[in-house]
T-cell receptor
């Protein structure tokens, strides 16, 4: 799986949009971009994933650049409960088996009141 | 709507003891994964099951680690002769199938402390 690069930490004011960047310059055409977050003492929580089109769900939006070398996770109206470590992961699209996810160190997002 | 359930939530054992950690995946999920998360680090893949078949155990750190899923549902991760470096959170995840476009859903883990 391709390697990802994320900032170590970010701050965001409560109520504002939180934009979390991720670089994945070596991504292959058959790799998805996944985002998970982990709140203290809990397991990772799936947020969203995409291949090449932008995606939106009830939690967030995922913007993938046209060359697919980077992406941005957008939390439109951040709340204090969004404080967590956010992981950007690239994952092979298909295969006979399955791949374990390769987590990096992620971005520690702190929402400020 | 039950998610992935892991038990026990916390486990303390003395060095040299054997431990068994249980994972109940989401009903109907074919794929099951185990991860190890050391303090301050992201989770690291240990092993993967598709139904009862263990298709990948490349992440298991030593032969003291053993996982099984005999009926393709509940899984158990066993660690024999535990050592202090085994102290970590052990996470289980399941997905509907193994394809790359199926998200994995995680339990809250078992925090293992070896004294």
């Amino acid at each position: 799986d391709a390697k990802t690069t994320q900032p170590t930490s970010m701050d965001c004011a409560e109520g504002r949009a939180a934009n979390l960047p991720c670089n994945h310059s070596t991504i292959s055409g058959n790799e998805y971009v996944y985002w998970y977050r982990q709140i203290h003492s809990q397991g990772p929580q799936y947020i969203i994933h995409g291949l090449k089109n932008n995606e939106t769900n009830e939690m967030a939006s995922l913007i993938i650049t046209e060359d697919r070398k980077s992406s941005t996770l957008i939390l439109p109206h951040a709340t204090l409960r969004d404080t967590a470590v956010y992981y950007c992961i690239v994952r092979v699209r298909s295969g006979g088996g399955a791949d374990g996810l390769t987590f990096g160190k992620g971005t520690h997002l702190i929402i400020q009141p | 709507g039950a998610g992935v359930s892991q038990s026990p939530r916390y486990k303390v054992a003395k060095r040299g003891q054997d431990v068994a950690l249980r994972c109940d995946p989401i009903s109907g999920h074919v794929s099951l994964f185990w991860y190890q998360q050391a303090l301050g680090q992201g989770p690291e893949f240990l092993t993967y099951f598709q139904n009862e078949a263990q298709l990948d155990k490349s992440g298991l750190p030593s032969d003291r680690f053993f996982a099984e899923r005999p009926e393709g549902s509940v899984s158990t991760l066993k660690i024999q002769r535990t050592q202090q470096e085994d102290s970590a959170v052990y996470l289980c995840a399941s997905s509907f199938e193994g394809a790359g476009n199926q998200p994995q859903h995680f339990g809250d883990g078992t925090r293992l402390s070896i004294l």
